[in-house]
């Protein structure tokens, strides 16, 4: 079983491993996206995972200039806390939550915004 979840994150709310930014600031971002991925998750009807997920992390820069996937971690992570409050597993820990695998979706979102795809697949194998 493989389910999706598309987030449009504004520029404003982005976040990098690169960027310095005040505590406070990256504290009101990391509130804001995982409540913004708590609602979507229910808003776009993703069920509930039985067993290990496999989590691919797309996501889609302003441009189609130069980029590293792996430096949108921070708001990856605080997605990924939205959806443990969710109820979509139990806990991100790695018996539950396997990646995430970070990736580039082609092509540019748009001025202003990025957008990530997240593509749980379970690993639930019945024995």
């Not at 598309?6 to 971002?29: G, V």
Request: charged letters at 25%; aromatic letters at 8%.
């Amino acid at each position: 079983m493989s389910d999706r979840l598309t987030l449009e994150i504004p520029s404003d709310w982005w976040m990098s491993s690169n960027s310095r930014m005040h505590w406070a600031s990256k504290a009101r971002r990391t509130d804001w996206l995982r409540s913004f991925a708590r609602l979507q998750a229910k808003a776009q009807h993703l069920d509930r995972c039985r067993g290990p997920v496999l989590v691919t992390c797309w996501i889609q820069f302003p441009s189609r200039g130069r980029a590293d996937p792996a430096n949108a971690y921070p708001v990856v992570k605080a997605l990924i806390d939205g959806l443990t409050d969710a109820r979509i597993w139990p806990d991100d820990d790695s018996e539950h939550v396997i990646g995430p695998d970070m990736r580039r979706k082609p092509g540019a979102a748009g001025k202003g915004k990025h957008i990530i795809e997240l593509v749980l697949t379970d690993q639930y194998v019945p024995f």
